[in-house]
């Protein structure tokens, strides 16, 4: 689906518009991890439902900035990674009830028929499941809302700071709205590379490239080049965001 651009929106109701005769799924970001930006899947949901058609959430980059009620939501499928909310590397995919038996996914012949087994590899990955339990035990402890709280004043400033440079270009929404704490930009006269290069000599970590966004870089005409992306998380505080904008200052000009 394009999106605006501009905004780094994208329309719910051209999404729906866009259901045919043979759709029977709509596969959407809950959050793009390349613009923060939170796509308004709820109506999304609701118009698809009402013609019939299934729901697949990629909830990766929301989870870990957001709480998320799936009763509320009533999407289909939706999944997450765990070491996005600082647990180890796995997936975790949400199936509705209703379809947790009834979708055939490949698997090996003796595996268990019925959900959850049947969706899962042959044997589990214990000490990766014990792990995750741990990770969602210290998000529900610190509490999502209050580590959403932090990341937003944080954010504000890191958006504020760029935003005042003038040769830094935002992607995406300029304001806090519907969004998570992450931002994509570039600087010019600088290859994306070549500031996240200098950042990390900084001690400042930012990716450079499409970060796997590749059909958002080419809707932004950045196939080439990419830009730069920094995300807050629940350990970074102010302290990192000032080091990011200083070490923006100290670019060759
Ligand atoms: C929005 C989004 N979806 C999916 C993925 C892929 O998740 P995984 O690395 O667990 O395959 C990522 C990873 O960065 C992501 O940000």
């Known amino acids: 689906m394009p999106f605006d651009t501009r905004s ?3 329309d719910p109701d051209a999404v729906i518009d866009r259901i045919g005769p043979r759709t029977r799924w709509i596969a959407i970001t809950a959050a793009s991890n390349a613009l923060g930006t939170m796509p308004d899947i709820a109506t999304v949901i609701a118009g698809a439902h009402e013609r019939g058609v299934r729901v697949f959430v990629d909830g990766v980059h929301l989870v870990p900035h957001a709480p998320v009620d799936l009763a509320t939501l009533g999407c289909d499928v939706f999944v997450t990674s765990p070491y996005k909310w600082y647990g180890p590397h796995a997936g975790i995919m949400w199936i509705a009830p209703d379809l947790r038996d009834s979708i055939e996914p490949y698997k090996v012949r003796p595996a268990s028929d019925h959900a959850p087994e049947r969706w ?3 044997t589990p990955s ?3 499941i014990a792990a995750i339990d741990a990770a969602a035990d210290f998000l529900l402890d610190e509490g999502i809302d209050r580590i959403a709280a932090a990341e937003s004043a944080s954010f504000a400033t ?3 700071g760029l ?3 003038p ?5 995406g929404p300029h304001d806090l709205v519907d969004r998570t704490p992450t931002v994509s930009f570039n600087v010019a006269g600088h290859h994306p590379d070549a500031v996240a290069h200098h950042l990390a000599s900084q001690r400042v970590a930012v990716w450079s490239g499409n970060y796997y966004a ?3 870089m080419a809707a932004l005409g950045l196939t080439a080049t990419g830009a730069i992306r920094a995300g807050l998380s629940a350990y970074t505080d102010a302290d990192d965001v000032s080091r990011l904008l200083d070490g923006l200052r100290t670019l060759d000009r």
């Open 167 to 171: 040769t830094v270009t935002v992607l």
């Open 214 to 216: 590749v059909e958002t």
């Open 120 to 122: 899962e590899t042959g």
């Open 163 to 165: 935003l005042a440079d």
């Open 158 to 160: 890191l958006l504020d």
């Open 126 to 128: 214990f000490e990766n």
């Open 8 to 10: 780094g929106r994208l």
